[in-house]
């Protein structure tokens, strides 16, 4: 099976398992990085933003509740390691729709290659779409440079001046 095939595999068994998870409380499931990209290599991690109504505070309460999803996808993720190298993981960000809703800087990464997976009623869509209205009007420009990308938010900026995204 081919390394692409092999990560649409853990992509098609994610959203399943983070209903079972998480039953009617998922809202979002999205997938950015490089295998969002589809520029992943053998064990690449798989970068996953969960938007969950209900969500407990703290992080490692929120890592606990999702482990039963890493386990559920642990063989398929197996998988992805290659021949030689460690199994693929899950690098998931936990937020509720009100962290979701306020933004994030990390929201920037998925502007041009997030692929949404599982989006009730739309809501993480029009969270980007503002996002991606708003660096327009800013002229926003993402800039790759060495080997990795970076956002010049306002080039026109002026000294002293404050803006928002």
Sequence with gaps: MKLLERYEAVL???VPELK???GEALITC?????VGRGTMRDGSDVDVLVIVRGLPRGRMT??????????????????CGGEAGPAASLSPILK??????AGSPLFLDMVEDAKILYDEGGFFAAVLDRLRARLRQLGSKRIWRGNAWYWDLKPDFKPGEVFEL
């Design 62 to 79: 929120r890592m606990g509740e999702f482990r039963p999803v890493e386990d559920g996808l642990a063989a398929l993720l197996a998988a």
């Design 20 to 22: 079972v998870q998480y």
């Design 96 to 101: 509720t729709p009100e962290e979701a809703a």
């Design 30 to 34: 999205a997938v950015f990085g490089s």
């Design 12 to 14: 098609g068994r994610l």
